[in-house]
């Protein structure tokens, strides 16, 4: 069930890369997961995060400088791909911003994407994967994530919150259904009807709850963020959180730009975060 196609020592623990035969996709997907030292037979919590446009599952990991705390932490980090990968969908590797590299963590409803484009359906049948074969305690998953990955994260924490206790986000694309990026995927992914994109508006969703993390939301943005003004729209989240009575620290930094310099300054906050949520009881 869960090919390994590589494996690194890494601060005491190991980076590892998987291959899995994906139920969701109908094709072969790819993950990467850290494993921090550990005591035989110990349950870690784990934290999945969501990689943005043009990723892949290495990104992060190559990138991030994630380990060495989550090393000292004891979080497993695990690092799903964006898109299926050979779905053979006509256009599919047209544009950087839809298709390959850009699955925007939603199950597609609309033809041809629908058979593989389900990334939703996708990332909780990992979870499940990851607390069976790995040694993740199922009752400490977060999830944070980069842009659309940041998207992904607080849409499906914000659908699934018993699943992902802990939530958290780099520049996330804040509001997809008012934004080029995301009325783009969506129009592909889900058809015409905005009214159905709604149901995967951090924003929206948001605005239609009430205090779903009562330990807060943490999202860091920078403020020379070329893709800021544009696609992100930080200040809908934020509103609708106020009207939630969601508790969330939204940080935003003059001079960081969208790219993993800025994700890697802000790294050890998030995981400290997410260490310290998932340390309280449910
Ligand atoms: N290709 C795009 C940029 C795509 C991009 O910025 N992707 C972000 C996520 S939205 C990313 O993390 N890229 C990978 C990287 O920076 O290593 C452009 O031409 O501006």
Redesign the pocket.
Known sequence: MLQLLGEHACFGGVQRFYQTASAAIGLPMRFAAYLPPHADGARLPALFYL?????TEE?FVI?AGAQRLAAELGVVLIAPDTSPRGAGVAGETDA?DFGVGAGFYIDAVQAPWNTHYRMYSHILELRELVVQALPVDGERVGIFG???GGHGALTIALKRPDLFRSVSAFAPIAAPARCPWGRKAFTGYLGTDESAWLKHDASALMAAMQTPFPHGILIDQGLSD??LAGQLHPEAFEEACRAAAQPLQLRRHAGYD???YFISTYMEDHLRFHALNLSFTA
């Open positions: 990689a943005g446009l043009t990723c990104t990138k950087w980069h842009s659309m070329k893709f969208h790219g993993y």
